[in-house]
């Protein structure tokens, strides 16, 4: 599914998405793009930050959540 679907986000510079509440948030461009296993590394422009006070927003085991919440593992 879409990991975005249930997040309040907002358009960045280009229309990039940006998550409301996230502690710092980057609008980029893709400058480069390499081919890596099955993976594609993006090398980017950074073109806006923003950030904000609080608790980082990650993205943690299929889910995102608020840094602190996180419960180690064992």
Sequence with gaps: GDKFSQLAWEKGVGD???ITGA???FSTEVEH???VG???V???RVLD???AEGE???YFRGGFAH???IAPQE
């Design 16 to 18: 990039v998405p940006l």
């Design 23 to 25: 502690s710092a948030r």
């Design 38 to 40: 099955t993976h594609t």
């Design 33 to 35: 793009q390499h081919k």
């Design 56 to 58: 980082p927003l990650v």
């Design 67 to 69: 840094g602190s919440r």
């Design 49 to 51: 930050v923003d950030t």
């Design 42 to 44: 993006f090398i980017v």
